[in-house]
Structures are given as structure tokens and as C-alpha cells.
């Protein structure tokens, strides 16, 4: 059997690896232009072998990352518009990753095995996952997915090549108060796993693929003390996730460790070291064929059969008045709360002078989420939500990737698995077929609710787009695909209505970098870290191949310079700050591993400067280092 490259390594060493990545208030998603730029590259150099039903590009998830490639409104709005610059390098990064993947394809045997991992995770919304039928929630031990699902590649010598994993917990151990580009605790345990195995390989290098993937995390989050009022230490409401004082602001979920670094670094070890024991002893093989499905839906006019008598419908996209609360893991700055089935006569108000009333059809529809914004009935510039989304599914042998377009809460993932399994075992072709829910796959469409979960509107339900029958609508679409290919009729799906492509009325709210002066001054400290200060211009957020940052040792008997650390590496962080008179700061940051060996050091950073000659901008490159023994 042959490996296909279903998964991306990037090489891009600033962002780091794995990640579709965006802004911190919306997550990580892939775009309707980013895949259909991918897509139309691989077109161009393997013809129809990568295509649509059977590429799948799925986040990892950060909300540490640039943003600016997606072109609906409500996103370019949140991200600055629309922004070439960060676009094109994840196209090419992604690419390439493919062509890096294709060339190395080989013979290999894959292998599964999964475990649970506990300490790690907590529903952010009990509440919402207690209006769950109580027959359906006996069946399960916990109110989110401990499970780790591992695939183990190796070559027909045994020998590892790669690995994918999927565990349901969101990437918000970085809280909102980091500015800095991160993956998070799972690009934490792709880089613990791969620095195992590619041992002496700087980040991203190395032969040893490690990837950690989304599953369904919507009500999840890895900040396992739980939320509490800040100003007085006392928890929070229950139902509204608010303090008497201050408000949702006020009230905060904080992960294990002492800050967030901290608590990256615990969870993200604990996901590592449970991938890591399930990898080693993987002993079952999994063999059959490949198949995928794949349809391109309309959810804003899905009607789903729910028995003999009646039918259900979704709507057009809306987001309710709890989805600016936020959630414990970042609460909003306005006086929203959690739980509002209630309209809000101020806010309602500024919505209907500025955005416009929503339709009595859409109120109807979305009952009882009381509409923010009517986001289905708002077109100008561009629509601010996707109408037509992906649906797919993946099987490798009895292992099946439903890749979903959003974030499912663990009722809603763990309902979706067993329609699939159902239907794929249905026919006898499958047998003991364990199926994952890969999210934030392909497009981002918010949050996927059960309807129970639905009613209590907390975050993730005002944030599922579609109305309280979306998770119907999901099953009813996903069920077809498993039906088609358990029957070996994929070839039958109609391919549905391809989503827009926008090339018009596309902005750009990002102002360009100012002119600045060269640097002069270094100011390097010594201790528990190193930093150094200079000045440089606002760096290009999207960088492949290349790096802000380097840590090198010097060999005293070669008398080079050897790198042992980039900016993707842990040890390492890169800070900028707009400066005063044309002069801005960067400063680089070494946190120093007890392993590191004594020697002398330097540190060098990379940037740029900007300055006018005649009408035209010049940029500047240039290296800048400092020596430190240790």
C-alpha cells in the first residue's frame, strides 16, 4: 500500500508547522480561496490526482496567528481585510509541503491505536451539555472526548515516517492577552514529538512528521482550573459565566501552569506524551483501500426528514447576542452575557441603524437565539458569512476522517461518529471502523451545537450559524456520504453548488509598514534568558523557509557557527513594538534549556528597515547579532 500525503508538513518556520493560521478572536480555518488556490496549483503539476473530494486541509488551531485570507465580510472585518501578503505564502507553504510529501511517497504500513488522555481537558459549557437528553449522556463517563486517536506510518522495514493524531481540546492555552504567533499547545506537542524523533534537527526539518489535529473541541478547553471571577476568586455564574462585578470579562478559566506559557508547555507535554505511548506500542495494522466523498452543500436551505410526520429546515447564517459575550476562555468587552435567549433593546437598536433589522423569516428560524447580526441578510461588500460549505469524508482502510467545517461540540462529534459508523458498517464492507471527527477542515462555519445545546444559547450556540438544525442537517448530509461510499457509489453524489469566488470589492484595512530609521544599539542581558534589543521594522508576519531569529554555537574546532534554535523553537521569542521617532524595537528572547551545553553563543536576528528615497520605498535587509557565553 502506498502513503498518500494526506496531511501537511509546512515548512514555514515562523508560524510554525501544521496550522491554517488566523486571528485570535476567529480561530483557524482554511478559506473557500485558499483551498481553490492550493487545489488549482496541484491541478497544474499532477493533473487530476490531488483534487477536491480527496485533499482535505484541516487547522490544527491557533489563535496566535496572521490573518487576512478570507473573503467574507465579517472575517475581513475581525482581520484587517483582506491581505495578499498573508495569503500567498500559506498557498505556496502548503504546496510545497505537497510536492515535499509527493516526492517522498513510498511503500508503508500504517497502523492505529488510541487511549484516553485525562487531566487535560474541561467543558467550557456544562451547562449547555447537560440539556442533552439524560439516557444519552449515561452512556458516556465524561462531558468531553478523552480519547487519543494515534495512525502510526512506518516504511515495510518498520521504520517511523510520520504520525497523526486527534484529541479534542481547543488551542487556547495562549490566552487573549498574547500578541505573539503561536501554535499552542498542539504545535507544542508536534514540536516535543518531532524534536524525539528528528533528533539534531532544527524545526520543521528531519524526515519525522508529527501532526496533531482538531477534533470535536467546540465546548472544550485546556484551561482544566475552571473559570473564576478575577476580582474576587470567587466561580462564576453558572449559567451566564459573569461576575456581579465586571461583568463576562471578569470572568476567567486558567489553565495548570503558572502563566500561559506555563500551562502550553503542561498541556501540550501531556498531549505529547500520550501520542507518544500510543505510537510505540501501535500494533494494529490497518489495511483496504482508500475512498472520499465529497459534496459542496448550500446549509441555508437543507430539509431534513427528523420522522414520519415532520420535517426541519436550517437558515440563513445569523450570530446571536451570547456570541459577543465570549466564552471563559476569553470573554468579551461589553456588557453580553452567555445564556441570552432575550434580545437586548440598545443593542438591537444600533443593529437596526447600522446593519439593519434580520427578516421575521430569519428571527423565526434562529428561535430562540435573539439575532447580533443578521449575517445571511448582509451582502455588502462581499456576503459576510459562506452559504455553501464543504462535506467530506476520508476512509483509509477501516479508519474514518469525517472532515468537518467548523467546530463541534462533543454531543454533536460523538452523534456525527456514529451515523458514519452506522451507515459505513450498514453494508458489511466495514468492519470494527473507527471513525474521527477532523474540524475546522476545508472552510470555517463558527459552531455546531446539538438542538438541546442549542436552547441554552451560551457561545456555541449563538455561534452556530445555521439555526438549531444544523447538527440535523450535518448527519442527514454526512450519512449520504458514508451511505455512497459503503455502496461504492461515490460516484453518484451530485457535486452540489460550488461556493463563490470573490475577486471584487475585496479590502484592505491593514495600514503599510511606516519608514524607519537603521539600527544602532544592541543591549544584551544574561541570566535566566538572554535577550537582545534593536530596532527593526514591522516584521512580515508570513515568512517560509526563513527566520526572524537564530541561536548558534560556536565550534571551537571548525570555527563555525552552528544554529541549535530558530523563532519556531520553544526557547525562543521574538517581540516587536512600534516605536517614536521612526524607530521601532524588536527583541529577541533565549530562554535557556538546562541541557544546553556551555559554550559561546550568539544571537542573531534578521530584519528589515524602510526608508524614502525620492518616491520610493527602499527596504533594507539586515543581520544583526550578539555574543553571549554561558
Request: aromatic share 10%; proline share 5%.
Amino acid at each position: 500500500m502506498y502513503l498518500d500525503p494526506l496531511y501537511i508538513k509546512s515548512t514555514n518556520t515562523t508560524v510554525l508547522k501544521y496550522s491554517i493560521t488566523c486571528n485570535r478572536v476567529l480561530k483557524c480555518w482554511c478559506t473557500v480561496t485558499l483551498c481553490a488556490q492550493v487545489l488549482k496549483a496541484l491541478q497544474v503539476k499532477y493533473g487530476d490526482l490531488y483534487r477536491q473530494d480527496n485533499v482535505v486541509l484541516s487547522g490544527t488551531h491557533t489563535h496566535c496567528g496572521p490573518a487576512g485570507y478570507f473573503q467574507y465580510t465579517l472575517f475581513m472585518i475581525s482581520s484587517k481585510g483582506y491581505i495578499k501578503a498573508s495569503m500567498e505564502p500559506l498557498v505556496n507553504g502548503i504546496v510545497k509541503s505537497i510536492d515535499i510529501a509527493h516526492r517522498s511517497m513510498k511503500p508503508g504500513r500504517i497502523y492505529r491505536n488510541r487511549g484516553e488522555l485525562d487531566d487535560s481537558s474541561l467543558n467550557r459549557s456544562p451547562h449547555s451539555y447537560l440539556n442533552n437528553p439524560e439516557d444519552e449522556r449515561q452512556r458516556y463517563t465524561w462531558n468531553t472526548d478523552k480519547q487519543v486517536l494515534v495512525l502510526k506510518f512506518t516504511d515495510l522495514d518498520g521504520d517511523g515516517i510520520g504520525m497523526l493524531s486527534w484529541f479534542a481540546v481547543h488551542a487556547v492555552s495562549m490566552n487573549y492577552t498574547n500578541r505573539m504567533v503561536s501554535s499552542d499547545n498542539m504545535g507544542y506537542a508536534s514540536y516535543l514529538l518531532e524534536q524525539d524523533k528528528n533528533p539534531g534537527e532544527l524545526p520543521g526539518q528531519g524526515g519525522f512528521v508529527a501532526g496533531f489535529s482538531s477534533s470535536n473541541l467546540g465546548d472544550v478547553s485546556p484551561n482544566t482550573r475552571g473559570p473564576h471571577c478575577v476580582n474576587t476568586g470567587l466561580p462564576c455564574d453558572y449559567l451566564n459565566s459573569s461576575c456581579p462585578v465586571g461583568g463576562t470579562k471578569m470572568c476567567q478559566a486558567f489553565g495548570p501552569g503558572d502563566d500561559m506559557f506555563d500551562s502550553t508547555r503542561i498541556i501540550g507535554h501531556n498531549v505529547y506524551r500520550k501520542a507518544k505511548e500510543l505510537y510505540a506500542n501501535a500494533a494494529e495494522e490497518v489495511t483496504g483501500f482508500l475512498h472520499s466523498a465529497h459534496q459542496w452543500v448550500n446549509m441555508t436551505d437543507v430539509t431534513v426528514q427528523i420522522n414520519s410526520t415532520h420535517t426541519v429546515r436550517t437558515c440563513k447564517p445569523a450570530l446571536g447576542h451570547s456570541f459577543a459575550a465570549g466564552t471563559t476562555d476569553g470573554g468579551g468587552d461589553l456588557n453580553f452575557t452567555q445564556g441570552a435567549v432575550d434580545g437586548d433593546p440598545f443593542w438591537d437598536g444600533i443593529r437596526d441603524a447600522l446593519l439593519g433589522e434580520p427578516s421575521n423569516q430569519t428571527q423565526e428560524c434562529h428561535h430562540p437565539k435573539p439575532i447580533l447580526f443578521s449575517t445571511g441578510e448582509m451582502n455588502w461588500p462581499l456576503p459576510w458569512h459562506p452559504q455553501i460549505i464543504d462535506v467530506q469524508i476520508i476512509t483509509i482502510g477501516s479508519v474514518a476522517v469525517v472532515a468537518v467545517p467548523g467546530e463541534m461540540t462533543t454531543m454533536s462529534g460523538r452523534r456525527l461518529r456514529e451515523a458514519v459508523k452506522q451507515e459505513l458498517e450498514s453494508e458489511g464492507t466495514f468492519r470494527d471502523t473507527e471513525v474521527v471527527i477532523a474540524g475546522l477542515s476545508n472552510v470555517y462555519t463558527h459552531y455546531i451545537t446539538t438542538y438541546e445545546e442549542y436552547q441554552v444559547q451560551r457561545y456555541e450556540g449563538a455561534s452556530t450559524i445555521y439555526g438549531p438544525h444544523t447538527l440535523s442537517a450535518y448527519l442527514h448530509k454526512y450519512r449520504g456520504l458514508a451511505r455512497a461510499i459503503a455502496q461504492d457509489k461515490v460516484s453518484e453524489l451530485p457535486a452540489g453548488p460550488e461556493p463563490p469566488f470573490f475577486t471584487k470589492n475585496l479590502f484592505s484595512l491593514l495600514p503599510a509598514a511606516a519608514v524607519d530609521r537603521k539600527p544602532e544599539n544592541t543591549n544584551p542581558k544574561n541570566g535566566f534568558f538572554v535577550d537582545l534589543l534593536s530596532v527593526a521594522s514591522l516584521p512580515v508576519c508570513v515568512l517560509r523557509d526563513k527566520t526572524f531569529v537564530t541561536v548558534e554555537i560556536h565550534d571551537n574546532r571548525t570555527e563555525t557557527w552552528e544554529v541549535v534554535h530558530t523563532d519556531a523553537s520553544w526557547e525562543t521569542r521574538f517581540h516587536w513594538l512600534q516605536g517614536s521617532n521612526r524607530q521601532s524595537n524588536a527583541t529577541v528572547e533565549w530562554h535557556i534549556p538546562l541541557s544546553a551545553p556551555s559554550g559561546s553563543y550568539r544571537i542573531k536576528h534578521f530584519g528589515h528597515y524602510k526608508q524614502m528615497k525620492g518616491l520610493k520605498h527602499i527596504l533594507i535587509y539586515y543581520q544583526q547579532n550578539e555574543c553571549v557565553t554561558i
